[in-house]
């Protein structure tokens, strides 16, 4: 009968058509000091239009502010798509079918993590002891989640329904049986099978999750915007999947299986796999409409011609501490938990020449995950390919950044990264304030503290370095005559670097930064002044 009402609570969901978002919010611009001298007003005339379309850029592409004060590029989504998903009908998405168990109030979780001997599955840059550490950083993460106890296990058959041998296998059920006020059991593997969670909570008593499951829940409670959450409703689609296999199973038990519901000439289990295809597609016709309004904004950004880094790595390596740090960006709040960072968001920061680059806080990566999940959050993970550089950002500190390093490249080449982005991406060991008398071997890779600002000069010159290459743009010296709007023009479509003006011509030597096609619009619209 639960079962019942929960297929026909989905109905409603199904059949209700999608209507328009929210309303747009506003930007405001800095007053800008009154300068002393013509050649100065000229100047600060300038740099006043740079100013303002910089502003404009980022009200437009990063104006809606989550709950942690970061920009997204939603609001501009729902000003352009009249017909895209609105957010009472994204957050049902969201709600309606929440993986049973897992989001029931708090647990008491015991951690079992299965210790592969030998074959494919056995893992060669870590030890046992250090994945269960993050297992239970997982777990932590979570507010009214709380390890109980833990224990490391070794298989040679992690392919068996019950992983273990059957020896092991009883002396993990005697244990776990034997500690008082377990609710759950954290198995500390990529997925477990239907089959296997079935009879491992036969087994057992208590709900069983997997690392998928556990992943997905955490990403659950930091979603805030409509992008996010609907990724995670789509990620969720498997579970759904497996949850319902087991339902079936135990209906089978009591004849139910083949009941037609309703005369409709439907089985209880063609019921719930058509509404959760039907669910699927929704949410995937929603995320379509996302991609190409981000599609949108990135040929913005290009018009605009503001270069975009995007800055990743490992989860909680300090990506958007950095950030702050090289922005100042004061809205930026980093915290110490994994997968604080779900949605992307653009932050503006200058380089020493002046030239304003357009950072991208990305959300991090984590070792066995599934493709179905990071396939889930490909929207989102497509930014990373349309950058003008990569920054990787690496926890020095952390005993297992070696094998951080292979799992974020692993998932970038199953991302199909551009050679020319892999070529030029930046490396950086960060929170060397946490080793002492750090020394590093790799001459390509740039040492920094984000928490200290340490190292950031150093690598806001590499960045620029890189961008000037990536995107062809040129450092030129302009004669301009003070009288014409030429040093104006300079300010809005180029970066200036330095004026030196000559006050008896009434004219000045502008050192800039500008691309090929910017100097040509230089050249049409000043050849006759």
Known sequence: MTTLRRIHSWFPLLKRPCCRGAAPASCSLLHTPQPRTAAAAAAAAGRAGSLCQIRRFTASACRLKDTDGSYTDEEEEEEEDGDFIDDSEVEELFQQQIPAGIGEGQHSVFIVHPDVKWGSRKQHLTTAELMMAEAVGLVNTLDNWRVVDKIIMSTKTPEKKRIFGKGNFQSLTEKIRQTAGITAVFMNVQRLSPLSERELEEAWGVKVFDRYSVVLHIFRCNARTKEAKLQISLAEIPLLRSRLKNEVANLDQQGGRTRYIGGSGETLLEVHQRLLKEREMKIRSALEKLRRKRHLLRSQRKHKEFPVVSVLGYTNCGKTTLIKALTGDSGLQPKNQLFATLDVTVHAGQLPSHMTVLYVDTIGFLSQLPHQLIDSFSATLEDIKHSDLLVHVRDISHPETVN??????????????????????????????????????????????????????????????????????????????????????LYKEATVQDVQVNADEGSAVVKVIMSTAAYGRYKKLFSGW
């Open 404 to 489: 951080q390093k292979m799992n974020v490249l692993n998932v970038l080449k199953n991302l199909q990264i551009p050679d020319r982005l892999m070529s030029s991406m930046i490396e950086v060991h960060n929170k060397i304030d946490l080793i002492d008398s750090y020394q590093f071997t790799e001459p390509s890779v740039l040492p920094i503290s984000a928490l200290e600002e340490r190292g950031l000069d150093e690598l806001k010159k590499a960045v620029e370095e890189e961008i000037l290459n990536s995107t062809g743009k040129h450092i030129l010296d302009l004669k301009v005559d003070l009288s014409t709007p030429q040093l104006s023009w």
